[in-house]
């Protein structure tokens, strides 16, 4: 187990730091993108339920719209805004925070 864990710790001496924030940018995007296609898909799943159960149950009041438009304004937009739009932006600020962080922390040195 110390054998491999040296190991692994010398494979990442490695590795530039321009290809670790590369690597760590896409797979944060992949990230977001998956947590935006499962909140997607129970937000259609959900809505179909509603729906379903509504025109089924319930015809005299129509109410399935406005789950699917107040889960859609207040969630789906803003979680498709943040996790495919914004993102890029958000991991600059969090790379500018670690590098001044770790530029405080050697001065402190």
């Known amino acids: 187990m110390f054998w491999r864990h040296n190991k692994e710790v010398d494979s990442m001496e490695n590795i530039s730091l321009e290809d670790y924030k590369r ?3 896409e797979i ?3 990230e977001e993108k998956r947590g935006f296609l499962h909140h997607l ?3 259609i799943c959900f809505n ?9 149950y319930a015809r005299d009041i129509i109410w ?3 789950p699917i438009i107040i889960w859609g304004i207040m969630g789906i937009i803003p979680h498709y805004l943040y996790s495919i739009r914004w993102i890029k ?3 600059k600020n969090r790379e500018i925070l670690a590098e001044m962080r770790a530029k405080k922390e050697m001065e402190e040195k």
Request: net charge positive; proline share 0%; glycine share 0%.
């Open 23 to 25: 690597i760590y940018r």
């Open 28 to 30: 944060t995007k992949e």
């Open 41 to 43: 898909c129970a937000y």
């Open 48 to 56: 179909t339920i509603f729906t379903l159960i509504n025109l089924l």
């Open 64 to 66: 399935f719209f406005w």
């Open 89 to 91: 932006r958000d991991i």
